[in-house]
C-alpha cells in the first residue's frame, strides 16, 4: 500500500515535507543570507527553541534557529521500531564523572528540530506552587526569581497549544483540570492505578500527557501501539516540531538544520553580534545576529557559553558569576519492574499514561526534604532487556528466559528531586568532537537528602507494585530530566540569567531552556520549559526593538499573547490549514 489509510480525514494533497500521516509543511522555507543581520538567531531547535521560533516569527522579527540535527521528514526518516530510533538522541562524544556518573545520550538530549520533545514520552504535569521557592519554604536549595502565578497563564496556555490531554479535576499542586479528556488505561496504567487503591493512594489516570486523545487539527489522535519515545510517527504526541515548527516556517522563520553552533562572537560594543557554526560538510559560517538566545540543552548550553570565552570573557561568555555549568541537576528515575502471572502487555498504550503525585511535596515525618511521584513507564523489548540485565544481573540463557515472560511485566518509573547543588557541574573536556571542539565533561554526585529521598522513595514504589498483585519485584537505579547549569536568579553573583532568560553581564545574550531552571520538583519538566519559553518571548516581543540596543533592563511582566498561538489551538477537530 502507498498512501497511508486516512479514514475520515482527507488525503495530504501532496507529498511535502511530512510530519506524521497527515500533517504537511507546504510552504517554501524562507532563506535569510549570513551577512544579513538578523532579529535573532535561537541556538538549538528543541523543546524551548522551537516555541522561542514559532513566537518571535509570528511577532514579526527575522529569526534563524541553528540546530545540530537534522529536520525531520517523519515519513521518510522514522521507523517504529527501537532499534531504528537511535539517531533521534545526542549521540556525540561527552566525558562523565563523579561519584553519581550520569548516562548521557539516549537518557537525556535530543538532536534535531524538536529536540528532547521529539523522544519524550509526553508526561506533562505542571511544577507545584512549593517548587518556585523551596528555599523559604524548606531551607534547600534555592527559589526561583518567579512565582507559579506568574507562569501559570502560560501553563495553560501550552496545555491548550499541545494540547494536554487529562482529568478533569486534577489534585495536586494547585489542582486544576484539563480541557481535553484523559486517554483509556493500558495494562501497566492499570497496575498502577490497583496499586494505589490498594494503598489508599490517589492516582491520575490518562493523563496529564501531552498526547491527542481525539483528533485536533490536522494530526490524528493517538493509536496506542507504544512507540512514543522513538518519535511518534503518526503524528498524535506532541512535540515542537509538529506543534509550533509549521507555524514557525508559515510565519517566515528559517531553521538551518546539521548546524553546530561553535561559538559565539562578542562585538567591540561589548554585546554579542551572531554565531560561528560549522554545517554538515564541517565548514565553518558565520550568522550575523542583533540578540543571541542559547537554547541547546543543559550540558550542550553551558558548554557553548564555556567554549565562547574571549579577552574580557576568560571564564567563558556570562559567566562573571563563575555559575555556568554549576547546579546541574537530575531527577532520581528509578525504574522498578513488577512481574505479574496474568500478561500485562506493558507495549500495548503510550508508556505515560498514570501517575501520583501523592509524595511530591516535604513531608515534616521524613528525614528528608522535597519529594517524588510514581509514574508509569512501558519500556519496549531492547530497553526491558537492558533494565533486566541491571536489575538481575540476568545475561546469556538467564537473560533470554526473562524476554521470554516480558508480557508479563510492569514497570513503574520513580521521578524524585534531586537538589540543586553547586558540584554538580558541566565543564569543558579535554578531548574534542568532530569540529574540534572540546566536549562536555559532567560532573554528578548525590548528597545525603537525595540519598534519603530515593532510598524512600524505592520502597514506596516497590510496595505499590506489590500491592498491585505483583509476585517479584526488581528495581534499577537510573536517572531522567537534566535541568540547571545556567540558572535564573534575582542575584548576579549567584546566577547566570535574569527572570527573563537575559545574561546578567550582556544585554543581548539570552538562556531559554531547561538550563535555566533554578529547581526541578519532582514533576516532568518539558512543559515548563516550554511555558518558559513562551513567557521570554512575550518579554522579547513587548521589548521590541530596545532589546537590540539597550542596556536597560525593563522588569515589568509582558502581557500574555494569546494571539500568538498557533493557528488551531482553541479549536478542536478544525484543519489548520484551508
Ligand atoms: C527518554 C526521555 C523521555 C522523556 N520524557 C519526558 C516526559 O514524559 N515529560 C517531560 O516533561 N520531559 C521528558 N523528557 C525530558 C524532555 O525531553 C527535556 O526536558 C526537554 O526536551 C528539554 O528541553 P530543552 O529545550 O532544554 O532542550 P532540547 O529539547 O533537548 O533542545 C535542545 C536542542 O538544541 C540542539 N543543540 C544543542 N547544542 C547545539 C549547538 N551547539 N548548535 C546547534 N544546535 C544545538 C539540540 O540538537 C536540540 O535539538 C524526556 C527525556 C527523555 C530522554
Ligand atoms: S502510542 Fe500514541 S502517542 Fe505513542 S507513538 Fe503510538 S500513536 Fe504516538
Known sequence: MDEPIDGAFQKPADRAHALGSLQRIHVPMRRFKENEEVDYVIVGCGSAGGVLLQRLARAGFRVVALEAGPFWDTERDWVSDESGSHQLYWEDPRVTGGKNPLALGANNCGRGVGGGSVHWAAFTPRFHPSDFEIYTRD???????????????????????????????????????????????????NALIKGCSALNIPVSIGGPVAILSGSHGDRPHCIYRGFCIQGCKVGAKASTLVTHVPDALESGAEIRDYSMASRIELGVSGRVVGVHYFDSNGIGHFQKAKAVIVAGYSIETPRLLLNSACPGHEKGLANSSGTVGRYLMAQAGNVVLGRFDEPVRMYKAPPAHALTEEFYETNPKNDFARGFAIQTVGPLPIAFARQMAAAKKAWGWGLRREMMDYNQWATFGLLGEILPWADNRVTLAEETDRFGLPVAHVVFNLHDNDKKLIHAAKEKTMEVMFAAGA??????????????????????????????????????????????????????????????????????????????????????????????????????GVPRRK
Request: charged share 20%.
Open 139 to 189: 531551607g534547600v536549595g534555592a527559589d526561583w526569581p518567579i512565582s507559579y502565578e506568574t507562569l501559570r497563564p502560560y501553563y495553560e496556555q501550552l496545555e491548550l497549544e499541545m494540547p494536554v490531554a487529562g482529568p478533569a479535576y486534577y489534585p495536586w499542586g494547585h489542582p486544576h483540570g484539563y480541557a481535553y479528556g484523559p486517554h483509556p488505561m493500558g495494562g501497566v496504567g
Open 471 to 572: 509476585t517479584e519485584v526488581v528495581q534499577e537505579a537510573r536517572y531522567a530530566h537534566l535541568v540547571g547549569a545556567a540558572r535564573m536568579g534575582a542575584d548576579p553573583r549567584s546566577s547566570v540569567v535574569d527572570k527573563f532568560g537575559r545574561t546578567h553581564d550582556i544585554a543581548n545574550l539570552f538562556v531559554c531552556d531547561g538550563s535555566i531552571l533554578p529547581s526541578q520538583g519532582s514533576a516532568n519538566p518539558g512543559l515548563t520549559i516550554q511555558a518558559l519559553a513562551a513567557r521570554i518571548a512575550d518579554y522579547l516581543i513587548s521589548q521590541g526593538s530596545t532589546i537590540f540596543t539597550s542596556e536597560r533592563r525593563d522588569m515589568t511582566e509582558p502581557p500574555l499573547r494569546r494571539e500568538l498561538a498557533p493557528p488551531g489551538t482553541y479549536g478542536r
